[in-house]
């Protein structure tokens, strides 16, 4: 970062690649390889002394270079050494920009993460902080027929609808909402904090299967209990979008992310989602309740362990018959017999997020007020797999 401490306001970046101070903003910018690599100090229009920077790597190249200075400090002054995440801030803070505090996000774009039917998401720079973030932005462009517009609205919708649930989600395990704008034309963006890969990389690149689910289990309860006491039906809980951050000792936290198809829990109707990980309710049209979200959690949990092949059964199966058949199945196996109240078709007998958390954990990591948790019907005592 360039800071301007001068009085005057004397510092300044030029050139054909400057992304210049903003006024009411504090003065600060990034400098990094083809961003801000001229500036001068002084007065006049350049400044009386003028500086090129010449950059030996990207911006991600510097990153990862300060990342791993900063993990071998924390490895070895432990909780003395503040350590920052990867998106520029310190870890597990909370800090967020309110609504009358919203301002254009000005930003240079690093890389692709990825596109889709609605549009595309990058990782991006922003140049007013320095923090990595991922950006989700809807296609642009004119609409030719009624159905183009019509899709092109569902999408919209799909955005505003994410928007509105992760800004007022505040957990750990929830993907950070850092802004968004564009509403109200074509060119909407919701920017998020930027993590390390989703759950479906890190499996792909050989991380021990069994150690993988023991967090993910852990984590996304606590997530859906958290959105449970919210109101807020996630309705896509899938390996896709749950993300993860290494922490400074190497450990995975997994995050949830994607809301575009969520609810609040006293207007979920629709029937939406990935139907080999929808609840029997949701592809029946009956009444949904956070539980479709746990069921989720199980089916997802079929796949990290790859219980009787079940990734390569994934893309075959759409018979909800079928589906509930296969989970049935699952849930005998040895690995999965311990979480089996997560899979019970009538949601009546499946155990909430919150239950589980007491069950497997003691109630650690619970928002739910412990003297508001019933008891899980029939449930056997034991060593499950999924205790740690």
Request: net charge positive.
């Amino acid at each position: 970062m360039l800071r301007d401490s001068s009085i005057d306001h004397s510092t300044h970046v030029f050139g054909k690649d400057a992304v210049r101070y903003q006024h009411g903003r504090e003065r600060r910018i990034v400098v990094a390889h083809g961003l801000n690599t001229m500036f001068g100090i002084g007065s006049g229009r350049a400044g009386t002394v003028q500086f090129v920077l010449l950059w030996h790597g990207d911006a991600e190249e510097t990153m990862a270079k300060v990342m791993a200075r900063k993990r071998e400090k924390a490895s070895k002054y432990g909780d003395r050494y503040r350590f920052p995440s990867p998106d520029g801030k310190l870890m597990f803070s909370s800090v967020r920009r309110s609504e009358g505090q919203a301002r254009t996000i000005r930003f240079v774009k690093t890389k692709n993460l990825g596109s889709g039917q609605f549009g595309e998401v990058f990782k991006a720079l922003d140049v007013d902080t320095g923090k990595l973030m991922a950006v989700k932005q809807l296609k642009t462009g004119k609409v030719a027929t009624e159905a183009e517009r019509l899709k092109k609205l569902q999408q919209y919708q799909l955005l505003e609808r994410e928007m509105h649930a992760i800004r007022q989600a505040r957990h750990p395990n929830i993907i950070e909402y850092l802004g968004s704008q564009g509403w109200g034309g074509g060119n909407v963006k919701i920017f998020t904090s930027l993590k390390d890969g989703d759950l479906v990389s890190l499996i792909q690149a050989g991380e021990d299967a069994e150690q993988v689910a023991r967090r993910v289990l852990c984590h996304m309860l606590r997530a859906l209990d958290y959105l449970a006491c919210i109101e807020i039906i996630h309705r896509d809980v899938k390996p896709d979008n749950i993300l993860y951050t290494f922490e400074p000792n190497g450990r995975a936290v997994f995050i949830l992310t994607d809301f575009g198809c969520s609810s609040r829990a006293n207007t979920a109707k629709s029937i939406i989602g990935t139907r080999i990980y929808m609840a029997p309710e949701m592809s029946m049209g009956g009444l949904q309740t956070p539980k479709v979200d746990v069921w989720s959690l199980f089916v997802t949990m079929m796949w990290i362990l790859d219980v009787h092949g079940f990734r390569a059964l994934e893309r075959r199966i759409t018979c909800a018959v079928e589906i509930q058949q296969i989970v049935a199945f699952a849930a005998a196996t040895p690995w999965l017999s311990g979480i089996q109240e997560m899979a019970a078709p009538d949601p009546l007998h499946r155990a909430s997020a919150a239950q589980m958390l007491v069950g497997l954990y003691g109630g650690k990591g619970l928002t739910t007020p412990v003297d508001r948790i019933p008891p899980m019907l029939g449930r056997r005592r034991g060593n499950h797999h999924f205790v740690f």
